[in-house]
Protein backbone atom coordinates (compact mmCIF):
# COMPACT_ATOMS: atom_id res chain seq x y z
CA UNK A 1 0.00 0.00 0.00
CA UNK A 2 1.39 3.76 -0.58
CA UNK A 3 2.40 5.93 2.13
CA UNK A 4 -0.37 8.50 1.24
CA UNK A 5 -3.00 5.27 1.43
CA UNK A 6 -2.08 4.55 4.48
CA UNK A 7 -2.07 7.87 5.95
CA UNK A 8 -5.48 8.60 4.56
CA UNK A 9 -6.71 5.75 5.98
CA UNK A 10 -5.60 6.87 9.08
CA UNK A 11 -7.56 10.36 9.16
CA UNK A 12 -4.39 12.18 8.74
CA UNK A 13 -5.86 15.76 6.91
CA UNK A 14 -2.52 16.38 5.54
CA UNK A 15 -2.93 13.49 3.37
CA UNK A 16 -6.18 13.65 2.58
CA UNK A 17 -5.79 17.11 0.90
CA UNK A 18 -3.07 16.50 -0.67
CA UNK A 19 -4.67 13.06 -2.70
CA UNK A 20 -7.66 15.40 -3.16
CA UNK A 21 -5.48 18.06 -4.72
CA UNK A 22 -3.89 15.05 -6.96
CA UNK A 23 -7.38 13.62 -8.63
CA UNK A 24 -8.48 17.28 -8.99
CA UNK A 25 -5.37 17.80 -10.94
CA UNK A 26 -5.87 14.54 -12.95
CA UNK A 27 -2.77 13.36 -11.77
CA UNK A 28 -1.93 9.89 -13.02
CA UNK A 29 0.06 8.98 -9.00
CA UNK A 30 -3.33 9.46 -7.66
CA UNK A 31 -4.89 6.05 -9.48
CA UNK A 32 -3.01 3.67 -7.46
CA UNK A 33 -4.01 5.34 -4.16
CA UNK A 34 -7.39 5.83 -5.14
CA UNK A 35 -7.52 2.16 -5.79
CA UNK A 36 -6.44 0.85 -2.50
CA UNK A 37 -8.46 2.83 -0.12
CA UNK A 38 -11.78 1.61 -2.32
CA UNK A 39 -12.30 -1.50 -0.07
CA UNK A 40 -11.65 1.28 3.26
CA UNK A 41 -14.90 2.75 1.92
CA UNK A 42 -18.39 2.34 2.21
CA UNK A 43 -18.79 3.38 6.40
CA UNK A 44 -20.24 7.26 5.46
CA UNK A 45 -23.50 8.95 5.58
CA UNK A 46 -23.84 11.21 2.51
CA UNK A 47 -26.06 13.85 2.40
CA UNK A 48 -26.44 16.31 0.38
CA UNK A 49 -27.70 19.88 0.09
CA UNK A 50 -28.88 21.63 -2.29
CA UNK A 51 -31.46 24.01 -2.83
CA UNK A 52 -32.27 27.95 -3.90
CA UNK A 53 -29.47 30.45 -3.59
CA UNK A 54 -29.09 31.85 -0.64
CA UNK A 55 -31.45 29.69 1.06
CA UNK A 56 -29.04 29.23 3.99
CA UNK A 57 -27.41 25.83 2.90
CA UNK A 58 -24.14 26.72 4.15
CA UNK A 59 -25.17 28.15 7.56
CA UNK A 60 -27.14 24.97 7.94
CA UNK A 61 -24.62 22.45 7.36
CA UNK A 62 -22.47 24.61 10.03
CA UNK A 63 -24.98 24.24 11.92
CA UNK A 64 -25.47 19.92 11.34
CA UNK A 65 -21.72 19.78 11.23
CA UNK A 66 -21.68 21.14 14.70
CA UNK A 67 -24.24 18.79 15.92
CA UNK A 68 -23.03 15.40 14.60
CA UNK A 69 -20.02 16.58 16.42
CA UNK A 70 -21.42 16.31 19.40
CA UNK A 71 -22.79 13.20 18.66
CA UNK A 72 -18.81 12.42 18.43
CA UNK A 73 -19.20 11.65 14.73
CA UNK A 74 -16.32 12.89 12.44
CA UNK A 75 -17.75 15.26 9.52
CA UNK A 76 -16.24 15.61 5.67
CA UNK A 77 -17.84 19.18 4.10
CA UNK A 78 -17.82 19.68 0.21
CA UNK A 79 -18.52 23.15 -0.97
CA UNK A 80 -19.08 23.03 -4.64
CA UNK A 81 -20.03 26.57 -4.43
CA UNK A 82 -17.39 29.46 -5.43
CA UNK A 83 -20.02 31.62 -3.50
CA UNK A 84 -19.68 29.50 -0.04
CA UNK A 85 -18.30 30.70 3.06
CA UNK A 86 -16.54 27.18 2.92
CA UNK A 87 -14.62 28.47 -0.09
CA UNK A 88 -13.89 32.03 1.25
CA UNK A 89 -16.82 33.45 -0.29
CA UNK A 90 -19.82 35.08 1.36
CA UNK A 91 -19.75 37.68 4.06
CA UNK A 92 -17.12 38.18 6.58
CA UNK A 93 -18.93 36.83 9.64
CA UNK A 94 -20.04 33.43 8.08
CA UNK A 95 -17.02 33.10 6.67
CA UNK A 96 -15.31 33.61 10.28
CA UNK A 97 -17.58 30.79 11.83
CA UNK A 98 -16.69 28.57 8.93
CA UNK A 99 -12.90 28.38 10.11
CA UNK A 100 -13.59 28.26 13.42
CA UNK A 101 -15.62 24.74 12.84
CA UNK A 102 -11.89 23.52 10.19
CA UNK A 103 -10.06 24.14 13.42
CA UNK A 104 -12.15 20.95 14.87
CA UNK A 105 -9.49 17.77 13.79
CA UNK A 106 -12.52 16.09 13.31
CA UNK A 107 -14.20 18.13 11.00
CA UNK A 108 -12.39 18.30 6.86
CA UNK A 109 -13.65 20.93 4.68
CA UNK A 110 -13.23 21.05 1.37
CA UNK A 111 -14.52 23.42 -1.45
CA UNK A 112 -13.78 22.90 -5.04
CA UNK A 113 -15.25 24.12 -8.28
CA UNK A 114 -17.62 23.50 -10.80
CA UNK A 115 -15.28 22.55 -13.74
CA UNK A 116 -17.28 19.65 -14.76
CA UNK A 117 -16.74 18.69 -18.16
CA UNK A 118 -20.01 18.32 -19.71
CA UNK A 119 -21.77 20.63 -16.96
CA UNK A 120 -23.11 18.94 -14.00
CA UNK A 121 -20.81 17.75 -11.16
CA UNK A 122 -16.93 18.09 -11.47
CA UNK A 123 -16.19 14.35 -12.15
CA UNK A 124 -13.67 14.57 -8.95
CA UNK A 125 -16.37 14.83 -6.61
CA UNK A 126 -16.95 11.02 -6.88
CA UNK A 127 -12.82 10.64 -5.64
CA UNK A 128 -13.31 13.36 -3.09
CA UNK A 129 -16.42 11.05 -1.68
CA UNK A 130 -14.55 8.41 -1.54
CA UNK A 131 -11.47 9.88 0.05
CA UNK A 132 -13.42 10.86 2.76
CA UNK A 133 -15.30 7.69 3.36
CA UNK A 134 -11.88 5.98 3.67
CA UNK A 135 -10.84 8.94 6.17
CA UNK A 136 -13.05 7.87 8.05
CA UNK A 137 -15.66 10.85 8.17
CA UNK A 138 -18.80 9.42 9.90
CA UNK A 139 -21.26 11.96 8.03
CA UNK A 140 -20.42 13.48 4.46
CA UNK A 141 -22.16 16.77 3.73
CA UNK A 142 -22.20 17.96 0.43
CA UNK A 143 -23.63 21.24 -0.48
CA UNK A 144 -24.14 21.88 -4.64
CA UNK A 145 -25.30 25.10 -5.85
CA UNK A 146 -28.97 24.26 -7.10
CA UNK A 147 -28.66 25.22 -10.93
CA UNK A 148 -28.70 22.85 -13.84
CA UNK A 149 -27.68 19.64 -13.63
CA UNK A 150 -25.91 19.62 -10.52
CA UNK A 151 -29.10 18.85 -8.01
CA UNK A 152 -30.28 15.83 -10.24
CA UNK A 153 -26.39 14.84 -10.14
CA UNK A 154 -26.22 14.99 -6.28
CA UNK A 155 -28.62 12.34 -6.04
CA UNK A 156 -26.62 9.90 -7.64
CA UNK A 157 -23.91 10.51 -4.90
CA UNK A 158 -26.12 10.90 -1.89
CA UNK A 159 -27.51 8.60 0.41
CA UNK A 160 -29.72 11.32 1.80
CA UNK A 161 -30.99 14.59 -0.25
CA UNK A 162 -31.78 17.98 1.38
CA UNK A 163 -33.51 20.29 -0.81
CA UNK A 164 -33.58 23.67 1.10
CA UNK A 165 -36.09 26.53 0.80
CA UNK A 166 -37.10 29.44 2.35
CA UNK A 167 -40.58 31.16 3.04
CA UNK A 168 -41.78 34.22 1.06
CA UNK A 169 -40.71 33.00 -2.10
CA UNK A 170 -44.56 33.74 -3.15
CA UNK A 171 -45.62 30.51 -4.69
CA UNK A 172 -42.36 28.91 -4.42
CA UNK A 173 -44.06 25.60 -4.46
CA UNK A 174 -45.07 26.62 -7.87
CA UNK A 175 -41.72 27.96 -8.73
CA UNK A 176 -39.41 25.13 -7.67
CA UNK A 177 -38.31 23.24 -10.76
CA UNK A 178 -40.11 19.62 -11.07
CA UNK A 179 -36.72 18.01 -10.64
CA UNK A 180 -36.29 19.68 -7.33
CA UNK A 181 -38.81 17.73 -6.03
CA UNK A 182 -38.46 14.66 -7.52
CA UNK A 183 -35.12 14.70 -5.66
CA UNK A 184 -36.04 15.56 -2.19
CA UNK A 185 -35.50 12.75 0.44
CA UNK A 186 -36.28 15.57 2.99
CA UNK A 187 -37.59 18.89 2.46
CA UNK A 188 -35.76 21.94 4.57
CA UNK A 189 -37.61 25.11 5.29
CA UNK A 190 -35.19 27.66 6.35
CA UNK A 191 -35.36 30.40 7.96
CA UNK A 192 -38.25 30.04 9.64
CA UNK A 193 -37.54 33.20 11.75
CA UNK A 194 -39.16 34.88 9.15
CA UNK A 195 -42.32 35.24 8.78
CA UNK A 196 -44.78 32.71 5.95
CA UNK A 197 -42.97 29.80 7.31
CA UNK A 198 -46.30 27.83 7.66
CA UNK A 199 -47.67 28.91 4.31
CA UNK A 200 -44.75 27.32 2.26
CA UNK A 201 -45.18 24.16 4.94
CA UNK A 202 -49.00 23.84 3.84
CA UNK A 203 -48.24 24.69 0.14
CA UNK A 204 -45.25 22.11 0.38
CA UNK A 205 -47.94 19.79 2.35
CA UNK A 206 -50.90 20.12 -0.26
CA UNK A 207 -48.66 19.51 -2.62
CA UNK A 208 -47.30 16.55 -1.03
CA UNK A 209 -50.64 15.48 -0.82
CA UNK A 210 -50.90 15.45 -5.03
CA UNK A 211 -48.66 12.78 -5.23
CA UNK A 212 -49.84 10.12 -2.65
CA UNK A 213 -48.49 7.29 -4.51
CA UNK A 214 -45.45 6.92 -2.53
CA UNK A 215 -44.70 4.66 0.17
CA UNK A 216 -42.87 6.83 2.40
CA UNK A 217 -43.85 10.55 2.70
CA UNK A 218 -41.54 13.14 2.34
CA UNK A 219 -40.85 14.96 5.45
CA UNK A 220 -40.40 18.64 6.19
CA UNK A 221 -38.41 19.93 8.99
CA UNK A 222 -38.93 24.09 9.26
CA UNK A 223 -35.22 25.34 10.69
CA UNK A 224 -33.81 28.08 11.26
CA UNK A 225 -29.98 28.15 11.01
CA UNK A 226 -29.30 31.55 11.97
CA UNK A 227 -30.98 30.95 15.57
CA UNK A 228 -30.23 27.49 15.58
CA UNK A 229 -33.57 25.87 15.78
CA UNK A 230 -35.10 22.76 13.99
CA UNK A 231 -31.49 21.48 13.70
CA UNK A 232 -32.25 18.54 15.87
CA UNK A 233 -35.12 17.50 14.29
CA UNK A 234 -33.67 17.45 11.03
CA UNK A 235 -30.39 14.93 12.71
CA UNK A 236 -33.59 12.99 13.37
CA UNK A 237 -35.63 13.05 10.33
CA UNK A 238 -31.96 11.99 8.27
CA UNK A 239 -31.43 9.44 10.37
CA UNK A 240 -34.79 7.98 9.83
CA UNK A 241 -34.52 8.36 6.00
CA UNK A 242 -31.41 6.62 6.71
CA UNK A 243 -32.85 3.86 8.54
CA UNK A 244 -35.87 3.89 5.82
CA UNK A 245 -33.26 3.23 3.17
CA UNK A 246 -31.38 0.32 5.09
CA UNK A 247 -35.26 -1.27 5.86
CA UNK A 248 -36.26 -0.88 2.06
CA UNK A 249 -32.98 -2.37 0.95
CA UNK A 250 -33.10 1.13 -0.96
CA UNK A 251 -29.78 1.72 0.54
CA UNK A 252 -27.83 -0.93 -1.44
CA UNK A 253 -30.04 0.27 -4.70
CA UNK A 254 -28.65 3.49 -3.98
CA UNK A 255 -25.08 2.81 -3.35
CA UNK A 256 -24.90 0.85 -6.80
CA UNK A 257 -26.71 3.98 -8.12
CA UNK A 258 -23.29 5.95 -7.28
CA UNK A 259 -21.07 3.44 -8.11
CA UNK A 260 -22.58 2.81 -11.32
CA UNK A 261 -22.60 6.61 -12.14
CA UNK A 262 -18.68 7.04 -10.96
CA UNK A 263 -17.74 3.73 -13.30
CA UNK A 264 -19.60 5.66 -15.97
CA UNK A 265 -17.86 9.18 -15.62
CA UNK A 266 -14.06 7.30 -15.10
CA UNK A 267 -14.67 5.81 -18.62
CA UNK A 268 -16.11 8.86 -20.30
CA UNK A 269 -13.12 10.69 -18.50
CA UNK A 270 -10.36 8.39 -19.59
CA UNK A 271 -11.88 8.74 -23.50
CA UNK A 272 -12.35 12.50 -23.06
CA UNK A 273 -8.78 12.40 -22.32
CA UNK A 274 -7.72 10.45 -24.89
CA UNK A 275 -9.96 12.48 -27.78
CA UNK A 276 -8.90 15.69 -26.62
CA UNK A 277 -5.29 14.68 -26.46
CA UNK A 278 -4.32 15.74 -30.10
CA UNK A 279 -1.17 14.39 -29.99
CA UNK A 280 -1.91 11.05 -28.89
CA UNK A 281 -4.92 10.38 -30.81
CA UNK A 282 -2.80 11.74 -34.04
CA UNK A 283 -0.03 9.18 -33.37
CA UNK A 284 -1.92 6.46 -32.55
CA UNK A 285 -4.32 7.25 -35.83
CA UNK A 286 -1.31 7.84 -38.05
CA UNK A 287 0.09 3.88 -37.56
CA UNK A 288 -2.75 2.91 -39.11
CA UNK A 289 -3.01 5.58 -41.87
CA UNK A 290 -0.35 3.64 -44.25
CA UNK A 291 -2.25 0.45 -44.05
CA UNK A 292 -5.43 1.93 -45.01
CA UNK A 293 -3.54 4.12 -47.99
CA UNK A 294 -2.49 0.48 -49.17
CA UNK A 295 -5.92 -0.99 -48.80
CA UNK A 296 -4.27 -4.30 -46.11
CA UNK A 297 -6.99 -2.09 -44.04
CA UNK A 298 -10.25 -0.08 -43.99
CA UNK A 299 -11.15 2.84 -41.64
CA UNK A 300 -13.64 1.14 -40.31
CA UNK A 301 -11.67 -1.78 -38.66
CA UNK A 302 -8.73 0.31 -37.94
CA UNK A 303 -11.00 2.42 -35.59
CA UNK A 304 -11.86 -1.13 -33.95
CA UNK A 305 -8.49 -1.69 -33.58
CA UNK A 306 -7.88 1.51 -31.94
CA UNK A 307 -11.06 1.51 -29.91
CA UNK A 308 -10.26 -1.93 -28.86
CA UNK A 309 -6.48 -0.79 -27.70
CA UNK A 310 -7.94 2.38 -25.44
CA UNK A 311 -10.99 0.60 -24.21
CA UNK A 312 -8.62 -2.39 -22.70
N1 LIG B 1 -32.75 35.11 8.89
C1 LIG B 1 -32.03 34.05 8.58
N2 LIG B 1 -30.94 34.17 7.81
C2 LIG B 1 -30.24 33.06 7.51
C3 LIG B 1 -30.61 31.78 7.97
N3 LIG B 1 -29.74 30.87 7.49
C4 LIG B 1 -28.84 31.56 6.75
N4 LIG B 1 -29.13 32.89 6.77
C5 LIG B 1 -28.40 33.96 6.08
O1 LIG B 1 -28.70 33.90 4.70
C6 LIG B 1 -27.53 34.21 3.92
C7 LIG B 1 -27.23 33.08 2.96
O2 LIG B 1 -26.85 31.95 3.72
P1 LIG B 1 -25.94 30.79 3.12
O3 LIG B 1 -25.83 29.76 4.19
O4 LIG B 1 -24.68 31.35 2.59
O5 LIG B 1 -26.89 30.29 1.93
P2 LIG B 1 -26.55 29.35 0.69
O6 LIG B 1 -26.26 30.22 -0.48
O7 LIG B 1 -27.81 28.55 0.48
O8 LIG B 1 -25.41 28.50 1.09
C8 LIG B 1 -26.42 34.48 4.90
O9 LIG B 1 -26.28 35.86 5.10
C9 LIG B 1 -26.89 33.81 6.18
O10 LIG B 1 -26.38 34.42 7.34
C10 LIG B 1 -31.78 31.68 8.82
O11 LIG B 1 -32.19 30.63 9.28
N5 LIG B 1 -32.43 32.85 9.07
MG1 LIG C 1 -23.57 28.26 0.25
Given at each position: MTDLAEKIIAGDHRSIARLITQVENNAPDAVETMKQIHPHTGQASIIGVTGVMGGGKSSLIFELALAYRTEGKKVGIIA????SPFSGGALLGDRIRMTELSMDEGVFIRSMGTRGMMG????SLYDVVEILDAAGMNVILIET?????DEVDIVKIADTTLVVLVPGLGDSVQTIKAGLMEIADIFVVNK????GVEQTVAELESMLDLVNNQERRIPIVATSAKEKKGIQQLVVQIAEHQAYLKKSQTFEKRRRQRYEAELIEIIRKRLMDFIFDEKKLKTTVDCCIDQISKKELDPYSAADQILGKILK
Open positions: IDPTGLTSVGVGQADKT
